[in-house]
């Protein structure tokens, strides 16, 4: 069974820098394909980009300016940069797995970043 | 971007329903369509993939068919564990995009 969890500071400050981390248990990052979703309070949900097991990555056109994803595979983590953040960055940020052509099938628990000053 | 559409928004039912909902994508997505359950403070849960396939330990009141553009989710006997917010996602092309989610309450 795989596991991840997110961790972010709760609280950002507007045009600073949103730093999250996602450590995955009971699977690789070396494997498959790693996810950062999110979804603002009381609204959908937006897939904001992955990095694959062989360090390929692949941003939403809406956030491409903004984002920064990356690997850290000694520690099984990855993580989220997003720069420049304002308070429509406010959101629940998960981080989930899939496999090529397949869903997210394993989610973490999700992580309520709040942008205010 | 592929525009994932659903409807209804909201559906009100009552348990023992039969529920269904409707995701349009704007341009062919083949089969390439999951649905998802999300429930108050929690992390969705897959529920159907590849439009039809009814993912490991899901309930078989769950189904969902469909392809090209217009997919449907059904739940043939509503139980009180189901209310909740579904969502559809496609993965047929970059960005993956979701729908805006079905709230289905009593």
């Known amino acids: 069974q795989v596991h991840l969890q997110e961790s972010a500071p709760g609280l950002v400050k507007p045009s600073e820098t949103l730093p999250l981390i996602c450590t995955v248990s009971g699977g690789s990052i070396s494997r498959d394909y790693w996810s950062w979703i999110r979804q603002p309070p009381g609204k959908g949900l937006e897939w904001i980009g992955f990095i694959s097991f062989s360090g390929n990555i692949n941003y939403n056109p809406s956030l491409k300016s903004r984002v920064t994803i990356s690997s850290d595979k000694s520690n099984n983590q990855f993580s989220l940069r997003l720069t420049s953040v304002t308070a429509a960055d406010t959101a629940v940020y998960y981080c989930a797995r899939s496999r090529a052509w397949s869903p997210f099938d394993f989610w973490g628990q999700g992580i309520l970043v709040t942008v205010s000053s | 971007d592929i525009q994932m559409t659903q409807s209804p928004s909201t559906l009100s039912a009552y348990e023992g329903d039969r529920v269904t909902i409707t995701c349009r994508a704007s341009q062919s997505i083949v089969d390439w369509l999951a649905w998802y359950q999300q429930k108050p403070g929690k992390a969705p849960k897959v529920l159907v993939y590849k439009a039809s396939t009814l993912q490991t330990g899901v309930p078989s009141r769950f189904s969902g068919s469909g392809s090209g553009t217009e997919f449907t989710l059904t739940i043939s006997s509503l139980q009180p564990d189901d209310f909740a917010t579904y969502y559809c996602?496609?993965?047929?092309?970059?960005?993956?995009?979701f729908g805006q989610g079905t709230k289905v309450e009593v």
């Open positions: 996602q496609q993965y047929n092309d970059y960005p993956w995009t």
